[in-house]
C-alpha cells in the first residue's frame, strides 16, 4: 500500500482547533531547506490568562504509524521560549532553531503544546504569578527538510511519485473523473507526499483540459499540468 495521506489528517491529529482556546496554527508546518528557524504565532482566543508550553519529540514519520524517537542529536531542535502565560486575547510566537545535521535526510518532529487555564494567585513553574488547572494537549507536526535538498519527481497520468528527498504537496483542481460529484463546483484534493512515495489522485479527472495540477515546495508553486 502507498503511504500517503491527504494533508489534513497526517499523525491523526486533524482535529479542528477551534474548539481549544489556544490557537497554534497549521497542523503541519515545513522548514525548507534554506530556513533555519521556524516561527509559530499562537493566539489565545479566550478572555482569560493561558499558559502555553512546548516540548519537542523525534518522530520516524508524520504518517500514521510513525513513533516517537530519542533525539540522535540532543539539542537539534530548540524553542523559545519554552513556555509562557498569554493573557487573554493576545498572541506570542514561538521560534523553533534547527541545529543538527547538515546532510541530505528529512527529519520529522511532534510539537506537543500544553494549553493550561490560569488565575494568578500563587508562582508557577513559569515564574510568573498564576496557578495552573484543568490542562489539554495539541499536538502538531514540524518537517524539517534536508539541508542537502534534491527535489524531483515524475507524473504518469494521474499517479505522482516523489523521486527525491524532500516532501511537498500536491494540489489538483478542476473537473471531476465523476460528473455526480462536479455540481458545477468541480473537485479539489491536496495530498503530502514524502520522499519515495507516490499518490494517485482520487477525484480529478486529468484528462479533461480544465483540470489542474500544481506542487508546493517549500514556498514555490510548480505547474504540474
Not at 495521506?5 to 525548507?32: Q, R
Not at 533555519?36 to 504509524?65: F, H, M, W
Request: aromatic share 8%; with cysteine.
Amino acid at each position: 500500500m502507498n503511504k500517503y495521506l491527504p494533508i489534513a489528517i497526517l499523525v491523526g491529529i486533524a482535529t479542528s482547533f477551534s474548539s481549544w482556546a489556544i490557537n497554534v496554527g497549521d497542523i503541519t508546518s515545513i522548514m525548507t531547506s534554506e530556513e533555519s528557524s521556524l516561527s509559530k504565532e499562537i493566539i489565545n482566543t479566550t478572555d482569560s490568562a493561558r499558559y502555553v508550553s512546548v516540548t519537542v519529540k523525534q518522530l520516524s514519520s508524520p504518517l500514521p504509524g510513525g513513533v516517537e524517537m530519542n533525539l540522535a542529536n540532543p539539542g537539534e531542535l530548540l524553542s523559545t521560549p519554552a513556555n509562557l502565560i498569554l493573557p487573554g486575547d493576545a498572541k506570542d510566537v514561538f521560534r523553533f532553531f534547527y541545529k543538527g545535521p547538515e546532510d541530505d535526510k528529512e527529519r520529522y518532529y511532534r510539537l506537543q503544546w500544553i494549553d493550561e487555564p490560569v488565575s494568578e494567585s500563587v508562582a508557577t513553574k513559569s515564574g510568573k504569578a498564576a496557578t495552573a488547572t484543568a490542562s489539554a494537549e495539541i499536538g502538531t507536526i514540524l518537517v524539517v527538510a534536508p539541508r542537502k535538498e534534491r527535489f524531483d519527481y515524475s507524473r504518469q497520468g494521474d499517479l505522482i511519485t516523489n523521486t527525491g528527498n524532500v516532501s511537498f504537496r500536491v494540489i489538483a483542481y478542476g473537473a471531476c473523473k465523476d460528473p455526480a460529484l462536479d455540481q458545477g463546483k468541480g473537485c479539489r484534493e491536496r495530498y503530502y507526499v514524502m520522499p519515495g512515495t507516490k499518490i494517485r489522485l482520487q477525484k480529478s479527472d486529468v484528462s479533461n483540459s480544465r483540470t489542474r495540477i500544481g506542487i508546493w515546495h517549500g514556498k514555490q508553486f510548480i505547474t504540474v499540468k
